[in-house]
């Protein structure tokens, strides 16, 4: 197993610091922990012990989301071969990170 990139994609800047579209691309290495680095006018790096870590804080209940790069080089799970890369990895971790945007409500 190696490590797997992905990018934080954000649909709501609900702190108007980071904006939207992708804010900050990682690798989560294969002892779980995750090295983080931000986009922006102020760009900076930070490791944390996980990715759910990383989501709590950042997540904003969903308006922040993981984006994964290179799925085709994700862990194969017995079964699944047949499958969309992301859909593997799904069932492999138990953890989908992958949202559609939330729906705004307009007047």
Not at 15 to 36: I, P, Y
Not at 97 to 104: E, G, R, S
Request: glycine share 10%.
């Amino acid at each position: 197993m190696k490590p797997q990139t992905f990018e934080l994609l954000r649909y709501t800047d609900i702190s108007g610091v980071s904006g939207t579209g992708v804010v900050a691309e990682g690798c989560v290495f294969t002892d779980g922990s995750v090295a983080l680095r931000w986009h922006g006018a102020n760009p900076s790096t930070a490791v944390w012990p996980d990715l759910d870590s990383i989501l709590a804080v950042h997540g904003h209940h969903g308006a922040t989301v993981v984006r994964w790069l290179d799925v085709s080089e994700m862990e194969p799970v017995p079964g699944t071969d047949l499958l969309p890369g992301e859909v593997a990895h799904i069932l492999a971790t138990g953890r989908y990170t992958h949202h559609h945007p939330p729906a705004v409500a307009s007047a």
